[in-house]
Structure formats: structure tokens, C-alpha cells
């Protein structure tokens, strides 16, 4: 819950000018977290991006149960931010931002997902564990810096995304 908590606290600091600026916008980074919200939710927090006000750099294990779990009875729920993926079998991350998460793209995700989580089990503790992430971010880390990537920042990512370029990166890292 803590990753939500951060996404949620972090999109109503980035409406305040106290803790917001263009030039100064609110960085919130999570691990593992769950999803912060409905897709309502998902489209504020853009406008927010957009505005050059907010960005969000969720990081998580592919597989792992926690970032991909919504609630039962809600399939409508959606991701903030940019996701970086981090793979078992591969040395460098995925990379993608949702331009305009919409209720059906959501809510048909989800539903696989959660047919998937229900009729497997597929080391599931081992893909939410702190040193699992470790081990994969630092994996990730040494391979990107090899590759000319290590200067790669937050700034970069939303820059290519926002302004709807191929990100220079592309070509190296699944997006």
C-alpha cells in the first residue's frame, strides 16, 4: 500500500504550488506498489504530467503478484506513471507510459491478469521480495550503464513520452 499512498499523496502535492513548479515538478518513485486508483484517477494524475507538474517512476518485478492484483470487484482500476519492468530472464528493463488509459484497455488487462494470478502460482513471493528487486535492479544498472544508458533520468523518460517521440533508448530497452 505504501507505493498507492505514495502515487495518491504525491498527485495532491503536485496541485499545491507550494510543493509544485514547471521547472520543479513533485518526483514520487515507487517499488512493488499496488494500484493507486480508477482509471478517473489514472487520467487526473496525466493532466497533472502533462502540465509538467508531476512525474512517477513506478518500478516493479514482472510477475510479481502486488502490482498486478486490483480488487475483485473492481476491474476498472488503473497504473500512474511510467513503468520500468524488471526481468528475470533479460538484462534490461521494460519501459512504457500508457498515453490515455481507457475503462476497456483496463478493465481487459486486469481481467487477464487476474485469470492469470488465479490459475498460477508462479513463485510469487519470490517476485515481491526486497532482495529479488535488488538483485534485478542492479543487474539492470550494470547493463545500461555498458550500454551508454546509465545517465538516462526521469526528465529524459517523460520528455520522450510526452512529446510523443521514439524514445532514443527504444532501440535498446522493450517499451
Not at 515538478?25 to 487526473?44: E, L, M, Q, Y
Amino acid at each position: 500500500m505504501g507505493g498507492a499512498l505514495a502515487a495518491i499523496f504525491g498527485f495532491y502535492a503536485s496541485t499545491d504550488r507550494r510543493f509544485a513548479q514547471k521547472d520543479n515538478p513533485v518526483r514520487i518513485f515507487t517499488f512493488a506498489s499496488a494500484i493507486p486508483g480508477r482509471v478517473s484517477f489514472a487520467k487526473a494524475f496525466q493532466r497533472q504530467e502533462k502540465a509538467g507538474l508531476l512525474q512517477h517512476l513506478r518500478i516493479s518485478n514482472d510477475n510479481d503478484i502486488v502490482p498486478l492484483a486490483h480488487p475483485q470487484s473492481e476491474l476498472t482500476f488503473a497504473h500512474t506513471g511510467v513503468s520500468l519492468s524488471l526481468h528475470e530472464d533479460r538484462n534490461l528493463p521494460s519501459i512504457k507510459y500508457v498515453q490515455d488509459p481507457d475503462w476497456w484497455g483496463t478493465w481487459t488487462a486486469n481481467f487477464l491478469t487476474n485469470l492469470w494470478l488465479n490459475s498460477s502460482s508462479r513463485r510469487v513471493g519470490k517476485n515481491h521480495s526486497t532482495i529479488n528487486y535488488a538483485k534485478r535492479y542492479e543487474r539492470i544498472q550494470t547493463e545500461m550503464n555498458e550500454k551508454g544508458m546509465g545517465g538516462l533520468t526521469l526528465n529524459d523518460i517523460y520528455s520522450a513520452y510526452l512529446d510523443g517521440a521514439a524514445p532514443p533508448w527504444s532501440k535498446q530497452c522493450r517499451y
